[in-house]
């Protein structure tokens, strides 16, 4: 069965630091990745995917994020936040057909940024 | 604008009663979903239609039920078997192998 773990529950981050949110999954096959974010009462807006080829993915606000195979990994990055940072932060998996399958998704990290 | 709209925002549920949830969305996606947020526990499904007149249960669709009469549509009723209802629901889509779009969400309470 398809699995996403996010092991952090919550992160703090100083305005301007840099920020390295962790994705571990677990898939029989070739993944499809995402992060989402999540503002509160909201729904979710996507960041980034990865579906094949460079393994380095670049997103909208800044983000970017890494798949690496050998880890079962996809990490979220971005080299300066922003206080409009804050939010939920979710990844997710699934497969090569998820349009007609289900996505799994971690259970979130939130991120606060402090001045 | 193409999108997906969920009504309404605020739902408000006395014991022993079904509500309906809609969604609506204007993007001719062939899949529709329904997750339920709580706190903590991201996001868990509930339903899922792959096309018109056909959906399957996801994780926890115990005291939901859904219908797929429309490609547009897919509403999502909390029957009053479900025993703690209160939580955010989410409805998303999407079509092959694009990313799956998501509503703005409806908070439902029980009162």
């Known amino acids: 069965a398809q699995s996403v773990t996010q092991p952090d529950i919550h992160i703090t981050v100083s305005e301007g630091a840099s920020l390295e949110l962790r994705c571990n999954y677990s898939?029989?096959?070739?993944?499809?990745l995402f992060w989402y974010v999540q503002s509160p009462g909201q729904g979710l807006q996507l960041l980034l995917k990865?579906?094949?080829?460079?393994?380095l993915v670049q997103g909208i606000k800044g983000f970017e994020a890494e798949f690496k195979r050998s880890q079962s990994s996809f990490n979220l990055r971005k080299p300066s936040v922003h206080w409009s940072d804050a939010a939920e932060y979710f990844c997710?998996?699934?497969?090569?057909?998820?349009?007609?399958?289900?996505?799994?998704f971690g259970t979130g990290t939130r991120l606060t940024i402090i001045p | 604008d193409g999108g997906i709209t969920q009504s309404p925002k605020y739902l408000f549920r006395k014991e022993g009663q079904n509500v309906t949830l809609s969604c609506e969305q204007n993007?001719?996606?062939?899949?529709m979903y329904w997750y339920r947020q709580d706190p903590g526990q991201g996001l868990r499904l509930i339903y899922y239609?792959?096309?018109?007149?056909?959906?399957q249960k996801g994780d926890i669709a115990e005291g939901y039920s859904v219908s797929r009469e429309k490609k547009e549509s897919f509403p999502l009723t909390v029957t009053s078997a479900q025993k703690n209802p209160t939580a955010f629901y989410l409805c998303?889509?999407?079509?092959?192998?694009?990313?799956?779009?998501f509503g703005q969400g409806t908070r439902l309470t029980v009162v």
């Open positions: 998303a889509s999407s079509s092959g192998t694009a990313e799956a779009f």
């Open positions: 898939y029989g096959a070739t993944p499809y």
């Open positions: 990865y579906f094949s080829g460079d393994t």
């Open positions: 997710a998996v699934g497969g090569a057909n998820f349009g007609n399958e289900k996505l799994t």
């Open positions: 993007l001719n996606h062939d899949a």
């Open positions: 239609s792959q096309i018109v007149n056909d959906f």
